[in-house]
C-alpha cells in the first residue's frame, strides 16, 4: 500500500444547498490551485441539483454530496487489465461501486485519490471490503495500456479494477455519469497532462449512486467512515 498523509482540505460538505456547496467547493479548490477541477465539479453538482435535486443530509449519514435523485449505474463495456471486456453493470452488480476516472502520469490528485481510499478501506472490516469495488477507468488510453494500469493500481491495492479503451469510449463512459471529457494539454517535448474531472462516483448495491466525493473531500477518514454505511444502504 502507499500510504499518504490525509489531505489538508478534510473539512466535511455541510447540509447546504447545492449553490452553496457548489461556491465553497470552489473556493476551496481554487485555494489549492486546482480551478478547472472546481469548475467541474460545480458543474456537475449545479447540474445535477436542478429543481431543488439535492436533499442535504443523508438519512445514512453518508460524508458527501448526495445526489436525489440518484443516479443509475451506466452500462458501459470498457478493457480490463487482463485484456477482457468488462461490463461495469454486470460485474459489479450487487455491490458498492467506487467509480473514478483519471491517468497513471496524474502529478497529485489521482494517486491521492486512490491512495485515499486504499488507507479507507483498511479502516473498515473484511466483511465490508468484501463488497466494495474501486474502479479506475483511464483517461489517456495512449500512454496508459492495460499492464501500465494494473502496475500502478497494484501500488495502492491489488484489488482494484482498472479499465481502457479507445478515446470515443471513454468520453461516452464519462457522458454516461454526467461528466466532461477529459482534454489533453501539452507540456512541451512532447509531453502533456489530461484536464479530467476529480471526484468518486459512489454506486451503491442497488446500483444508483447516492453520494459524490470531490477531490479533497475523500480523505480516508471520510471513507473509513461512509464505506459500512454506503455497504448497508437500503433505498
Known amino acids: 500500500m502507499i500510504e499518504v498523509e490525509p489531505s489538508a482540505a478534510a473539512e466535511r460538505p455541510e447540509a447546504r444547498p447545492p449553490q452553496?456547496?457548489?461556491?465553497?467547493?470552489?473556493?476551496?479548490?481554487?485555494?489549492?490551485?486546482?480551478?478547472?477541477?472546481?469548475?467541474?465539479?460545480?458543474?456537475?453538482?449545479?447540474?445535477?441539483?436542478?429543481?431543488?435535486?439535492?436533499?442535504?443530509?443523508?438519512?445514512?449519514?453518508?460524508?458527501?454530496?448526495?445526489?436525489?435523485?440518484?443516479?443509475?449505474?451506466?452500462?458501459?463495456?470498457?478493457?480490463?487489465?487482463?485484456?477482457?471486456?468488462?461490463?461495469?453493470t454486470a460485474?459489479?452488480?450487487?455491490?458498492?461501486?467506487?467509480l473514478y476516472f483519471g491517468y497513471t502520469h496524474c502529478p497529485d490528485i489521482c494517486p491521492t485519490t486512490m491512495a485515499d481510499i486504499a488507507l479507507g478501506l483498511q479502516k473498515v472490516s473484511p466483511a465490508v471490503r468484501a463488497h466494495i469495488k474501486v474502479v479506475f477507468v483511464t483517461t489517456d488510453p495512449a500512454r496508459d495500456t492495460p499492464s501500465v494500469i494494473k502496475t500502478w493500481l497494484d501500488a495502492f491495492n491489488k484489488t482494484f479494477i482498472g479499465l481502457t479503451g479507445t478515446t470515443a469510449q471513454i468520453t461516452?463512459?464519462?457522458?454516461?455519469?454526467?461528466?466532461?471529457?477529459?482534454?489533453v494539454e501539452p507540456l512541451g517535448n512532447g509531453n502533456y497532462s489530461v484536464d479530467?474531472?476529480?471526484w468518486v462516483i459512489a454506486f451503491t448495491p442497488d446500483n444508483q449512486a447516492h453520494a459524490i466525493y470531490p477531490a479533497g473531500l475523500d480523505t480516508p477518514t471520510v471513507w473509513g467512515h461512509d464505506l459500512p454505511r454506503l455497504v448497508d444502504y437500503a433505498a
Open 20 to 88: 452553496a456547496r457548489s461556491r465553497r467547493l470552489m473556493a476551496m479548490l481554487i485555494g489549492l490551485g486546482l480551478a478547472c477541477v472546481a469548475v467541474g465539479i460545480v458543474a456537475f453538482i449545479e447540474s445535477r441539483a436542478g429543481s431543488n435535486n439535492s436533499s442535504g443530509i443523508h438519512p445514512a449519514g453518508l460524508d458527501a454530496i448526495i445526489q436525489t435523485p440518484a443516479m443509475p449505474k451506466p452500462n458501459f463495456t470498457l478493457t480490463d487489465t487482463a485484456g477482457q471486456p468488462y461490463n461495469l
Open 91 to 98: 460485474q459489479t452488480n450487487g455491490d458498492v461501486t467506487l
Open 172 to 183: 461516452a463512459a464519462e457522458a454516461s455519469v454526467g461528466m466532461p471529457p477529459a482534454t
Open 196 to 198: 479530467h474531472a476529480a
